[in-house]
Structures are given as C-alpha cells and as structure tokens.
C-alpha cells in the first residue's frame, strides 16, 4: 500500500503548526481512517471528533486540502496524489486544539430560538393528518446532520466574525423546517430579521455548495424565510393592513 | 482532595442517546432537575445511525395488528427468553410514544390518507415500522434534542464518566472529567439513570460508533449491579464488507423491506433453504409470493429474507465458507433488481433509500440503483445488559440506579427484532424517567465520602503518569481485544475458543492496568481510549462468561459444539455479578411464569 504525506495541525490557538506525518494507506481510505492510523502509531494524543464514520453524525467536520469536508466521507483516492493532504480544524469556532474547535455557540443559538409549537393533535390518539407531499419540504431540511460545515464557510462567520448578530445558515434551516412543518402554529419572522439577522445573508450559495447531506439551504430554506422577511416588513400594504388590524407589521 | 467541580441534580442520566434524552425530558417534566451528561455532542449519539424504523402496533398501514401481534413476534424473536413484562409493556405503549414525536416536531412519511406510514421489517407479522425513508434515527434524536433543550436540563456535553458513587448500598451520582480540559467533576444525585447504549466496540467489525464501549454496563456491574443474558449479542446480518475501511457499517434491513434479495455467487437466493420451524407456516414459498407481500398482497406470506436477524446472519456464513460467497467475502443484496417490477425503479429506490444509494456511491463507488451491493454480518447490538425491573426499570441490586435503552437487559431475550430497539428507548426512557424522578421525590439527599472522590480521581488520572512506552499503546490494545472477540466469541463459539478468550482477557486487564497514556489532560484522545479499555474488558468478560455457559445454539447466540437449541435451556437467563471476591460470577435464574392472559396470545397468534 502506498505511503502518503499528511500535513495536520496540530496544537491550539497560542501555539500550533503543520506537523508531517507519513501514513500507509489502505484501499479505500477516507481521510479519517488515516488520521486515526497516526493516533495509533505516531500521535496517540491527537484531539479529533469523530463518532459514526458513515456520514451520519456529523462530527469530524475540518478542512481538508483547504475545503470544509466530513473527514469520514473524504476517500483519499479522490485527492491529488502528487502534494500533501493538509487536514485542518474549521476557522469559524475557536480551536480547542488539534482538530477539534469550540463549537458551542451553535448550541446557544440553537436554543434561543423560538421552539416548535405544534397545533392541538387533529385525531382522538394523539395524532395529526398530513399529506406527504406538505411533509416532503421540511423533511429535506429535517436531514441536516448538524455538522456546521456550512457555518464555517459561511463568510459572515467565517471573515467577518458576525456570530453576536447572524444565526448562521445552520439555524435559517433550522428556522425553515419549523416554519414549513404543517402543524406549526409558531411565527418567527420578526425573529429572523432581528436576532436571527437573516439580512445579513448575500446569498453567495457557499453553504449549499458544501453541505454534506445535499441540502439546498440557500434556494430552499434562506431565499423562502427572506420573502417572508420581506414580505411582512417591506410590503407596505401588508404593513398598512397590519398597523389597521394590529396583526403581522412589527 | 483532588480540585474538581461539583454538580447536584435530582436526577442525572448518563448518555444522551434516543433513551437518555427521552428518561431527561421525561424526569424534568415532573420538575425534578436535571443533569444530562454525554460523552460526545449532544444529538451525535449512536442513536443517528439507526436506519430502517420504530415498531410500534399503529396499524395504520394493516388495520390487523396490534399490541397483542407486536407482542407474540417480540418474545418469538426472542426465543422467549425475553423478560415477558417488558415485552408486554413495550407492545402496549410504543404507539403512543411514537405519536408524540411529531407533536415535538418529527415527520414521519406518510400513507396515502395522511398517517404514519409503516414498513416491513424481519420477524413482524405487519408492516410496522414508521420511518422516515432510512435515517429515522436521526429524525428521532433531533426531534428529542430540539424539544429537551426547551425543557430546563443542564447539558454537559463531551464529558465522561469513570465511576458510579455510592451512599452506601444507594447509587448517588457519578464522578466524571470533560474532554476539552480534562477537569475533574462530580455529580450529587438522588436517582441515576444509565442510558449509554451497547458494548460494539469489543468487537472488530462493527457498526457502531466509537462510544459504544460498554460504560454504562461496565460502571452499574462495578457499582453492584447485575447483568443478565450477556450471551447475546446481535449480528445483524448485512454490513458492507469492502472496501475494507468501512467493513461492518450498517445496510438497512429496510433495503431487504422494500424487496432486496440475497443471493450468492451462483446467482442462487439462498434465504428460500432451511426455513427454521418456527417461521415455516409464515414464510413465502416462491420468489413470486415474496414479491406479492412486499408490494403489500395481504394473502401472501413474507419472502425469507424477512426472517430474524439471527438466522439470516447464520444463512450468509455458511454460504461463504461453503464457497460461494462474493469476491470480497459476503454475499450480494440486491434491490436494483426490482426495476423487473417497478417503473422508473431508480427514483424509487433514491426515495426509500436515500442513505444507503449515498454511502455506497460515496464509500464504494457502487450505484444500488443498479448493481448488488457486497454484504455481511457485523456486530449490531447486546441483547443483555443491565438487570432492571421491568415497570420501573430499577436495577435490581443498587436502589437509585435506573437503566433504559441499549444498556438495559432482558427486553429482547436472545434475539432483538429490527425496529424493536428505537420504540424500546422510547417506551423505557420514559419510564425510567419517570420512575427516577419519583424515586427521588421520595429519597432525602446523598452524601458522598471524600474518600471514594479521591479514589476515583486517583484512578481517572493513572494512565497519564504511567510510562506510554512500554507496551504497544491504549489503540492497539484495543485492536488486539476486537481481533480476540471478533475470533473467539464472535457469530460461532465453542468451548475451547472461549475458554482461551477468558484467559486473554485476564491478559489484557493486566496489560490495560499498566498503560500510559502520553500526552495532558487536554483533549486527549489516548487518555480517553485508555480509560474506555476498562469497560471495554469488563463487558467482554461477561459476553464471554455467559457465552461459555450457555451450551446450545439460541437467537443470536451460536455454538458449533452446540448446534441444536434444547428446551430444557429456554427456562432461564444467565445473570452475571460481582463476586464478594471480586470476580465475575455466572448464574442461572429461573424465568418465572407467563400469566395465563399472555400465554393465551402467544397461542393465539401462533
């Protein structure tokens, strides 16, 4: 098998740098079967997440040869073979050390927003009817592994550092499954503008590109909650009928 | 004393998977307060990577079932092994359980009239798992995680923990360190509730993630608990086998649900041999009568690659080393073939299937659309676990120690059905949940001596002033053991085999004993895994104890000196404990009587 050159980082936001580690790869190797080969044998104390390694749980996000990737879905065959494989830990969080980053802030963000509030159960058991064609939009968004590879690249977060005024395209999808699930009653555009600061999105579509789940977040999730946004805000007759009415306007 | 944090809740519940997090929302509904540790981020437990569905008797998609049916299939899987209370608990509440999670925010796909739609799945009488497509476990823990974060638990998040702590005979809390820093804590509780899932790990090939070393049966054994029926261990009959770096990730039993077929290197669908009697009557005759039930003929009987896990695991082994597996060891599972049946057969299979068409194309390189997938077995799931009582899911040995899901023993018998082990998270999360919080309602608080804390940190913190040089490192230990499970107490067993496999182990512990670590507290992943060796060996210990003792052939639990399934062994469970000389001792407990009510149902359902 062949030997291939990795450039990983190691050491935290003080200290740190590439480090060179030569690794025999296997047929079929994705990115973190070779990071756990020098745990193994070279590094046993170097930090990286992972859980599933299938592509399911989202938690060995970093930046391979630059790009935002899932180390577990990464097959090193289909990287170039001539230069080093530079593995990095995402730049949009703080770095703990090694590859693993402070990602708590999605959390917190997570939490502050407004939960599902579902309308009373439709059926005597408990239960709603739905149709499965209403069901099928939010169920896209409702695959999101949580892997805030699209947080990383997101240049708001990630250039700009806007985490105090800008949920992130995590949290627009997030927003979006609620919004479009059937039997939410919840109303969550005047949070959208303000705290969720969806404005601040220029639609460059860089989450769509790098979503490891295939969802079109800019598309189906962001430009939808935007029209909402501006529908409700901008739309001065909606406006004038809220300010009549006391609904909606804000 | 050792620095360390101190937490006090009246209710922690260790691990956040489907079963930790239903027990936390359910004990903070009554408004215990909560603490809700996990080993990883919250919502990446092993409970994402379940696939194919949740049984629960809903009969939305055949109005015949119901919790009687569930029920009859569960302790039949289980060779009626099964501790009966829970089985019947668990048929009696699961659709309820599963309703509420779409008042929580789940979606479910649906039937044309807008319910919960359900699919086949091994061993149930009736379409019956509700899914959505293949990733239903995520739908699942997403949907708890985004309501218990709205529901007052304190999260801590990539923390472990070591130890159980102990009032005396009473559990009161556990001690524990976070990854990032590795900061010492402890936490006071007045109930404890493991939730940690399964022992995988101990094993080579798996499909389970890097958690599943067995802490939580490892720490209630240490803490004085009993483990029951350690013997089985599921294999679930279809993982990819190459190429080799992701040998033993989960396929679905939800592709062979939708019509995937077996067949081996000779073209053959080896499934229609050997049909065990139990199933005779309830199994199709021909190819066509198979594709009849799976497009939802209520006259035909299912196609045989419906049968258990168990036996369908035992089926593709012996046609591999009878030589006629596939190239890279296993056999073919093929769904592509259904285009014979089904118009525009690729969007279709995309739909229902949209994880496994992903990671074959991504892992492997192969289009299921169009080609056979390579599968084989891989170690799933650990029937035994932690013996609990079965309404309140009470350890039956240390007051205050509560156990759900995974880690919990004695629901599933010697065989778990597919789809059983979400709705039994749910149905068991809940109650131990709710029992926990009443029980710490009724209970004044704990106290914990100085002494046990110290020794717990002494413990925790070893491995990083012991020399990592001198042997070959906590990851290759691990190997070493996987490589020795895998071999010697893996889906065939004998006498020899595990006999040897126990003194290994003994090996092994010592070995485990004198590993260093390397490198700081900090984020240290060596530190972790040498830590994760002590369970792991433990749980081993126990699955090849009560794997020695059980001479016969029974559900998951495969002997070739023992190939036949004897009767007189089905009158009880093997139960593991802590001996007053620290060893572990095996004992045979006798399963006590069915009431008439629910023999009647077993009759009656055949």
């Given at each position: 098998m062949a030997m291939t050159t990795f450039k990983v980082w190691r050491g935290d936001t003080d200290n740190g740098a590439l480090e060179t580690y030569e690794v025999e790869v296997e047929q079929g190797y994705v990115v973190l079967d070779a990071i756990h080969r020098i745990q193994a044998?070279?590094?046993?104390?170097?930090a990286v997440r992972w859980n599933c390694?299938?592509?399911?749980?989202?938690?060995?996000?970093a930046e391979v040869n630059g790009s935002p990737k899932l180390m577990c879905m990464t097959?090193?065959?289909?990287?170039?073979?001539?230069q080093p494989i530079t593995v990095e830990p995402m730049r949009a969080f703080p770095l703990l050390k090694d590859l693993v980053t402070d990602v708590s802030w999605n959390y917190e963000v997570k939490a502050s927003i407004a939960r599902f509030a579902p309308r009373k159960?439709?059926?005597?058991?408990?239960s709603w009817t739905m149709d499965q064609y209403d069901v099928e939009r939010p169920q896209e968004f409702r695959k999101?592994?949580?892997?805030?590879l699209c947080q990383d690249v997101c240049h708001v977060l990630r250039?700009?550092?806007?985490h105090d005024k800008f949920a992130g395209p995590r949290h627009f999808v997030y927003v979006a499954n609620m919004e479009m699930n059937p039997i939410d009653t919840g109303d969550r555009v005047a949070e959208l503008r303000?705290?969720?600061?969806?404005?601040?999105?220029?639609?460059?579509k860089c989450c769509t590109t790098v979503c490891p789940e295939g969802i079109t977040i800019t598309d189906n999730a962001i430009i939808p909650l935007k029209e909402r946004v501006v529908d409700r805000s901008y739309d001065p007759l909606a406006k004038l009928i809220g300010m009549v009415t006391g609904n909606g306007g804000d | 004393m050792a620095e360390h944090q101190t937490f006090e809740h009246d209710v922690i519940v260790i691990g956040a998977g489907g079963a930790g997090l239903r027990a936390a929302i359910e004990a903070a509904s009554t408004g215990a307060s909560v603490g809700l540790i996990c080993k990883?981020?919250?919502?990446?437990?092993?409970?994402?990577?379940?696939?194919?569905g949740v049984a629960a008797?809903?009969?939305?998609?055949?109005?015949?079932?119901?919790w009687k049916v569930h029920f009859a299939d569960t302790m039949r899987g289980g060779q009626y092994l099964n501790v009966w209370r829970m089985a019947q608990v668990h048929a009696q509440e699961a659709p309820d359980r599963v309703r509420e999670l779409e008042g929580w925010g789940a979606l479910m796909d649906r039937t044309p009239d807008g319910r919960i739609n359900q699919r086949n799945f091994g061993g149930?009488?009736?379409?019956r798992l509700a899914h959505v497509g293949d990733r239903t476990g995520l739908e699942m823990i997403r949907t708890l995680q985004d309501h218990g974060i709205h529901e007052g638990l304190d999260v801590h998040m990539e923390v472990t923990v070591t130890k159980l702590l102990m009032d005396g005979d009473r559990c009161a809390g556990a001690f524990a360190y976070d990854r990032d820093k590795g900061r010492l804590m402890v936490f006071k509780a007045k109930a404890v509730i493991m939730?940690?899932?399964?022992?995988?790990?101990?094993?080579?090939?798996?499909?389970?993630?890097?958690?599943?070393?067995g802490d939580g049966h490892a720490l209630a054994y240490e803490a004085g608990a009993e483990l029951v029926d350690m013997e089985f261990v599921q294999f679930h009959p279809?993982?990819?086998?190459?190429?080799p770096s992701v040998r033993g990730i989960l396929v679905t039993e939800g592709v062979r649900g939708e019509g995937g077929i077996l067949t081996n290197s000779e073209g053959k669908?080896?499934?229609?041999?050997?049909?065990p009697p139990l199933y005779q009557s309830s199994t199709a005759d021909t190819p066509e009568e198979g594709w009849r039930y799976v497009i939802g003929d209520r006259d035909a009987r299912r196609p045989?690659?419906?049968?258990?896990r168990d036996h369908v695991a035992r089926k593709i082994v012996k046609e591999v080393k009878e030589g006629r597996?596939?190239?890279?060891g296993g056999v073919f599972l093929d769904i592509a073939w259904i285009k014979e049946h089904i118009k525009d057969s690729e969007a279709h299979i995309k739909k229902k299937l949209p994880s496994m068409y992903h990671q074959f194309k991504e892992l492997?390189?192969?289009d299921i659309t169009k080609e056979p997938m390579e599968v084989g077995p891989t170690t799933h799931y650990?029937?035994?676990g932690i013996r609990v009582?079965?309404?309140?899911?009470?350890a039956t040995t240390v007051p205050g120690l509560f156990a759900a899901g995974?880690?919990?023993?004695?629901?599933?018998?010697?065989n778990r059905l597919g789809g059983n082990s979400l709705s039994d998270l749910l149905v068991f999360g809940k109650r131990a949940g709710e029992y926990a919080a009443r029980y710490a309602a009724d209970h004044s608080a704990v106290s914990v001596g100085d002494d046990q804390i110290d020794l717990a940190a002494q413990e925790a913190l070893a491995p990083l002033e012991r020399?990592?040089?001198?042997?070959?490192?906590p990851y290759r230990l691990q190997y070493e053991l996987q490589a020795l499970m895998q071999d010697k107490a893996g889906i065939a067993r004998e006498e020899d085999g595990l006999t040897e496999a126990l003194d290994e182990i003994q090996k092994l512990k010592e070995r485990a004993r004198a590993m260093g670590a390397g490198?700081?507290?900090?984020?240290n992943p060596g530190w972790h895994t040498t830590l994760d060796l002590a369970s792991l060996l433990t749980v081993s210990e126990a699955v090849v104890l009560a794997a020695r003792e059980r001479k016969e052939s029974r559900g998951a639990h495969s002997r070739i000196d023992h190939l036949e399934k004897k009767p007189?062994?089905?009158?009880f469970n093997h139960v593991l404990k802590k001996g007053s000389d620290g060893e572990m001792e095996v004992r045979r407990e006798e399963i006590p009587a069915m009431p008439q009510d629910l023999k009647d149902i077993i009759e009656e359902q055949g």
């Open positions: 044998e070279q590094a046993h104390d170097m390694k299938a592509g399911k749980c989202g938690s060995c996000s097959r090193i065959e289909d990287l170039p073979a001539d159960p439709d059926n005597d058991d408990g999101c592994i949580e892997c805030f250039d700009h550092h806007l303000e705290e969720l600061g969806i404005g601040l999105c220029n639609i460059t | 990883s981020l919250l919502g990446k437990a092993h409970t994402v990577m379940a696939e194919g008797a809903l009969a939305n998609a055949d109005e015949r079932d119901n149930h009488a009736y379409p939730a940690t899932g399964g022992i995988g790990r101990a094993f080579l090939v798996t499909s389970n993630s890097w958690e599943y070393t279809t993982g990819m086998v190459w190429p669908r080896f499934m229609f041999d050997d049909i045989p690659e419906l049968l258990t597996g596939s190239p890279h492997a390189g192969i650990v029937m035994g009582e079965a309404d309140s899911q009470m995974e880690c919990a023993g004695g629901m599933h018998g010697a020399d990592p040089g001198a042997d070959v490192g490198g700081s507290r900090e984020y007189e062994w089905a009158t």
